[in-house]
């Protein structure tokens, strides 16, 4: 026996003397279980305490699968329950899930091979333990001699930790998302059991997250509570269908459970709206874009000679707000000539707090001011420079930006 020790408190191996063993099986291929007490019983007060190995899978090393899922748990009426030692777990596969003091849980998978635990079990003379393994559901009995000979059988009631099934209310799944307040961008999905009810069904949760509004990308950065492998009636088979950067899909159940994805939402030119929907739930998420929704850019033409302003939103934005772009180009050094050769999207009359009043208040010689204003859209003018000196320099005023061109004769 490979056993790996779980407790400080190790009480002590298995005495020569067994004073009882009881077996079970599972399935036509060679899957079993078996109880066995390791050493006497004890009585500490009213309750009798038992040292007990419990066994499962193929313990004859027939061929065959058989049965392949053995999570379950042992649990007694009354009394504790508490674990020991594990056998053959292999981590990534089998895991304990709770380890007492009322029951003990686990989770374990295998296919030609067998796993098991070594328990502490205590409880009232005659005291019975129900324990499932997989989709089957048992019974045993402990009196003073320990152990009961031949009384491991299948049970007809589907208990769980908190008692039969008939007992347990049935809750329900649910599913949501939410935007996380200490990281921005992350959108953070659950489905499931979110409310950890005793007892809830079976249910798919395939859903998606994609860009419906803006410009930007998607990534996955986190899977909660997935199950890569298994059978998905069983809540085990959850699977990433599709990671692109406009939308990430998946496949998932669960059973029990509650499972998960973390989104991140990178925003590369203003704000992007996020459709979540996962089994009946959706929602829509916006996410900031970062940076300057409106700016001001000014350069020298092919030519040479002619100066080229553009302001406002020029990154095309998702709403951008409203901004003042008044401003001038005027020759500081130098002698030549300024007029407007071109005026791009500026709108003549209207509310200047709307956007809609741009104005040539002078066209040169030497000078050429304006007035404008942006709300969501951009604007711009050319300037033609005429030099009749060899050098000109041309400052250039234009919102909260400043910048002086050096243009030369041809």
Request: hydrophobic letters at 35%; charged letters at 25%; one cysteine or more.
């Amino acid at each position: 026996m490979n056993w790996t020790a779980r407790s400080l408190v190790f009480l002590i191996p298995s005495l020569a003397l067994t004073a009882g063993a009881v077996s079970v099986q599972l399935d036509a291929a060679g899957n079993a279980l078996r109880i066995e007490q390791s050493g006497a019983p004890r009585l500490e007060g009213d309750e009798v305490v038992v040292e007990l190995s419990l066994e499962w899978g193929n313990l004859t090393n027939r061929p065959g699968i058989g049965l392949y899922e053995f999570d379950g748990f042992i649990v007694p009426e009354q009394g504790g329950c508490e674990l020991e030692a594990v056998e053959d777990f292999e981590e990534g596969q089998d895991s304990v899930a709770k380890e007492g003091p009322d029951h003990v849980a686990w989770k374990s998978a295998g296919a030609n091979e067998s796993d098991g635990l070594r328990l502490t079990l205590r409880g009232p003379a005659g005291v019975t333990a129900h324990l499932k393994l997989g989709d089957w559901h048992g019974v045993f009995t402990i009196d003073e001699g320990g152990l009961v000979e031949r009384s491991l059988r299948r049970s007809t009631v589907a208990w769980t930790p908190e008692g039969p099934v008939s007992e347990v209310e049935m809750g329900a799944n649910r599913a949501n998302a939410w935007l996380d307040k200490n990281e921005d961008g992350l959108i953070k999905i659950r489905w499931g059991n979110l409310d950890d009810l005793p007892r809830v069904p079976y249910e798919t949760f395939d859903g998606y997250a994609e860009i419906t509004n803006g410009q930007g990308r998607l990534e996955l950065t986190y899977l909660h509570g997935w199950e890569s492998e298994g059978i998905r009636e069983k809540g085990e088979a959850d699977r990433i269908v599709e990671e692109g950067d406009q939308r990430i899909r998946w496949e998932a159940s669960t059973v029990g459970d509650g499972d998960g994805v973390n989104v991140k939402v990178v925003p590369e030119r203003g704000d992007i709206t996020v459709r979540v929907s996962v089994g009946g739930f959706q929602n829509l998420f916006t996410v900031e874009g970062g940076g300057d929704y409106n700016r001001a850019s000014a350069w020298l033409g092919d030519d040479g000679q002619t100066i080229k302003l553009r302001w406002g939103n020029l990154d095309g934005f998702d709403n951008a707000p409203y901004g003042e772009f008044d401003g001038s180009a005027e020759i500081v050094s130098g002698s030549g000539t300024l007029q407007v050769s071109y005026m791009h999207g500026l709108e003549k009359g209207g509310d200047y707090a709307s956007g809609d009043d741009d104005r040539i208040l002078e066209n040169g010689p030497e000078t050429v001011r304006w007035q404008a204003s942006v709300n969501g859209d951009s604007d711009g003018i050319d300037v033609k420079v005429s030099p009749s000196s060899d050098t000109v320099e041309v400052k250039i005023i234009l919102g909260d930006t400043e910048k002086t061109l050096e243009i030369t004769q041809d």
